[in-house]
């Protein structure tokens, strides 16, 4: 409608980095995600506008993965500046499973092969830079797998000396961590659960949040969270699963059981990691707003 | 805690861009502001994800007014920014407002004073970018006063020789429209209402959202809402501000009128777009999340 000599540039497309930012607010946005903080839900100390805030602070650290800096510096600076609020770890795991396929599609190839090769071509200065990370927030892990306390993620920068002498890679930590972790496995496995949960996004009716809320509940009633099962034990995590999968068939309520999921402080972070790498997928593939 | 030398390098502070785009986001977080969209009230072609994508795409824009780029041109493109999403105008007003105050946090001296002057610096070229801004999206307007038809701002781009022939400056044309719109009263009036109502969400207690949702109903109390006033009438928006202020009182449940408002379609939309703006002044003297 605009002439074109009347001086007014069209609007400008949303950049990957724009795109990553808006999936991380949507994906908080979305409810009910049982169990998750959402635009409904909130714990007491983690609450909507530390997601919110998270969200504006991690974008640099995902601008230089769309840039092309190393992976691992990417992250730790998208988790340093998402830490820049109250409540601590708001979207660490979100992050992680972001910046490859933020570099992916930046790179101009997002496929979930495409990313899987990133992370596999991640180096032990990316493990560095994965254990600084752990120094700007507390994040909810497991006990390491046996012979493997020198790379505990928790003793943070302490470990770098340990991962520099076994030359160990971030993917090499990712595929240790594959069997208790389920952003693990999508580093492993090419963001296999991401880029399918996209593919729901796209072909779902309904709003964005409506939309979000039930690829949550699919993913959820699909695999037990390993969040959950970190946070609580693995029978917790299967319970939730099962519950999830019985809103999902309408024989409960899933606002029932959000309430209840969060009365307990059984939160399937995880899930919502998940969901919120398939709304940058999805977003980078034409969902609109 | 982290040591000097463990190569972590400390969380970068919030930018002022970043603090304007968190402003953005908190303002549409806060609940109940009666009559607006906001984390509990939808209208239903105009949601809260409308509002977080026109957050996130404002952004870039509002790097421009950091940067130094002339006002308007800053505000033009955070408007075309703001504008991809499918419910057209969110923050028009909102970014109106913050522009000048992002560039005079950006220069150092975030006072009334201080963006006043910049708001008075404006010239012809920043009117002509103004206008332009009318392209992106559909804004409710009041005619134009009398004799000044060839301005207004409906006529987009088209109105832009008759502009450059008078050499009216932005400013003139927030002179004009002062006592019809109360952002361009804040530009003419040294942005007082604003960063009043930045040191009332900094004395505050509670959440930032609680807070945030208090301000908005001190502000509607305090003056009729001239979007409202615009869009339905001055009666309707006297109303508004007579309810607001039983609530505040406290004779009335702001949740009740929250509901009643969005219902009968009234959205103090001026208000809103202020309170924006003293998130954005609060956050950059001390505000946590």
Redesign the interface.
């Known amino acids: 409608?605009?002439?074109p000599d009347?001086?007014?540039?069209?609007?400008?497309?949303?950049t990957v980095v724009?795109n990553a930012?808006?999936a991380l607010?949507?994906e908080v946005?979305g409810t009910p995600k049982p169990g998750n903080v959402d635009?409904?839900h909130d714990y007491d100390d983690l609450?909507?506008?530390?997601f919110?805030?998270g969200?504006?602070?991690a974008?640099?650290g995902l601008g230089l993965a769309a840039d092309g800096e190393r992976l691992g510096r990417a992250f730790?600076?998208a988790v340093?500046?998402m830490?820049?609020?109250?409540a601590g770890n708001t979207q660490f795991g979100a992050l992680l499973v972001l910046v490859p396929l933020v570099r992916a599609a930046a790179e101009g190839d997002l496929s979930g092969s495409h990313a899987g090769e990133l992370a596999r071509e991640t180096t032990v200065a990316d493990t560095?830079d994965f254990f600084?990370a752990f120094?700007?927030v507390d994040v909810a892990v497991d006990d390491p797998p046996e012979g493997m306390d020198a790379l505990d993620v928790r003793r943070?920068?302490d470990a770098?000396p340990a991962i520099e002498e076994r030359n160990v890679t971030l993917y090499d930590v990712m595929i240790e961590s594959a069997d208790i972790d389920g952003i693990a496995r999508e580093w492993t496995g090419e963001f296999e659960r991401s880029v399918e949960a996209a593919e729901r996004l796209l072909e779902l009716d309904g709003?964005?949040?409506d939309r979000t809320a039930r690829v949550f509940l699919e993913l959820l009633a699909e695999e037990p969270d390993t969040f959950v099962a970190t946070q609580h034990d693995r029978e917790t995590a299967v319970q939730t699963t099962e519950q999830a999968a019985v809103a999902l068939a309408g024989e409960a309520d899933p606002w029932t059981l959000a309430n209840e999921l969060v009365a307990e402080g059984i939160n399937p972070g995880t899930t919502a990691d998940l969901t919120a790498a398939a709304l940058f997928v999805a977003l980078e593939r034409g969902l609109?707003?």
């Open positions: 409608m605009t002439p009347s001086g007014v540039a069209p609007p400008p497309d949303r724009e930012q808006l607010l949507l946005t635009r409904a609450r909507f506008e530390h919110v805030a969200g504006v602070g974008r640099r730790e600076r340093a500046g830490s820049q609020q109250e560095a600084r120094e700007h943070g920068v770098v709003s964005v949040p609109t707003i």
